[in-house]
């Protein structure tokens, strides 16, 4: 089952949310706790300060009175959380606040913070003994209210940060898409192009991150580009290339029929089987070029070939042929490596002793030499040669220079295999002074 496309704008924005709630979530905690220990640091301190400021009210005027006062009630609009209570020397209860329990919040000789349940509630209680031990002053704050007030208070911090999370995280979604669009542009200018358009998509709105992967689509359109021209090319030059010998095919066939001798009848049937193995020669080069037009190789990746042997065996093809013209086939190759493709290899070295079987003299001579991190590879003869003019066009596709009955591919195809090994052909000297040498240099 093919896997679900994931999206880059999507995943950024998610993990820019997670990111955002996260780091809220992390901060908050630690507001949270934080928030919580200075409340209850602050309500601390605000126990001891009452506890002082009753003392300083009454300290001057202290009562000795056994009976149990309430102070007035103050009509105001909030509810009192903190509630105190005067204890005598004896420890009877002589002032308490509106609200406070008439229980003692703690023992008449305590001292400093403590934890009390009274009257079914749990305080927290702040105890403040009176000079010459004349009484005891007891200040106390409901727990549930003092976490109530933190917990409020906490919340309201925590409050403004997850707005202004929410709004990063919709600020990230605004960001990614604005940055993200030069992509989704560029994608669709790809998907607007119609079949045959190779022209280059602009790429540079394109972030420097992804500038490379603009390049390198622009590089394949001109690649496929290459492509369709070389095959239209080879397409209308092999037809026109074809048309020739097709018709002369057709012309040895009619006199063939219309003789009358056997001995004319049967040069007739010679010169079409001739012009038969001409063209299937010619179909077969046109074929293995367009072969190699497709093809890419990668020099590294490929086996060492051993030269040596890679010119022996190719060169054993064409002995007999040169028997029969009377070459001398003269191999000079000392042991060299390279790495290559055999098989393209053996295709270049072919149709460059096929060239020059064709044209040699007497000679044809295979040498090969090494040059710090290049091989050359020659095949030379003493045949005719040829004129500047036709060495200029010579590794043009389909160009022949002289009636030879080839198909005008065999140098195109040299020079195209030496550029898929990263190399390149050239014309080189002949031998003894005449003739024509052509010269593959090819990476080691």
């Known amino acids: 089952m093919q896997n679900a496309r994931w999206s880059l704008r999507g995943r950024l924005v998610a993990l820019l949310a997670v990111a955002t709630l996260a780091s809220w979530a992390a ?4 507001l949270y706790r934080a928030s919580l220990a200075e409340s209850s640091r602050l309500f601390d301190a605000a126990l001891a300060e009452t506890a002082h400021a009753v003392l300083a009210v009454v300290a001057h005027e202290w009562l ?9 009630v103050i ?12 204890r005598d020397g004896r420890g009877a209860i002589v ?24 009257g079914g509630a749990d305080y927290r209680v702040y105890s403040l ?8 002053i007891h200040v106390a704050q409901p727990l549930a209210a003092r976490a109530a007030a933190a917990q409020a208070a906490a919340l309201r911090l925590l409050a403004p940060g997850l707005v202004f999370a929410l709004l990063l995280a919709g600020g990230a979604w605004l960001i990614v898409r604005k940055v993200t669009a030069p992509v989704v542009d560029f994608s669709r200018a790809i998907d607007a192009r119609t079949p045959g358009d190779a022209t280059p998509v602009r790429a540079d709105a394109l972030p420097a991150e992804l500038a490379p992967v603009g390049q390198a689509v622009n590089r394949l359109l001109a690649r496929v580009e290459a492509a369709l021209l070389h095959e239209r090319t080879l ?23 219309r003789s009358r001798v056997d001995a004319e009848r049967d040069a007739a049937l010679r010169e079409l089987i001739g012009g038969v193995d001409r063209a299937v020669r010619g179909v077969d080069s046109v074929l293995t070029l367009a072969r190699l037009d497709t093809r890419r190789i990668d020099v590294a990746a490929l086996p060492a070939v051993q030269l040596p042997a890679l010119v022996g065996l190719v060169a054993a093809e064409f002995e007999p042929t040169a028997r029969a013209r009377g070459i001398a086939l003269e191999l000079d190759v000392p042991p060299l490596e390279l790495r290559g493709d055999a098989d393209a290899l053996a295709i270049l070295l072919r149709n460059l002793l096929d060239n020059a079987l064709r044209h040699a003299a007497g000679v044809v001579r295979v040498q090969a030499r090494a040059a710090d991190a290049t091989v050359g590879l020659a095949v030379r003869d003493d045949g005719p040669g040829m004129t500047p003019e036709q060495r200029s066009r010579a590794f043009d596709r389909f160009y022949r220079g002289t009636e030879s009955g080839g198909a005008g591919l065999g140098l195109a195809l040299v020079k195209r295999v030496a550029e898929l090994h990263g190399g390149s052909a050239a014309f080189v000297d002949g031998l003894d002074g005449r003739g024509l040498g052509v010269e593959v240099v090819l990476p080691r």
């Open 95 to 118: 002032y308490r606040s509106p609200g406070a329990p008439s229980e003692p919040f703690g023992e008449a000789a305590a001292r400093g913070f403590a934890d009390r349940r009274v």
């Open 235 to 257: 397409t209308a030059d092999a037809a026109h290339e074809l048309r020739t010998p097709l018709a002369a095919l057709r012309a040895q066939a009619q006199v063939a029929l």
């Open 64 to 72: 000795e009175e056994e009976e149990d006062i309430e102070l007035e």
């Open 27 to 30: 901060g908050g905690t630690w």
């Open 129 to 136: 003994q009176a000079p010459r031990g004349r009484g005891a």
């Open 75 to 86: 009509d105001h609009a909030h509810t009192e959380t903190l509630y105190y209570q005067v």
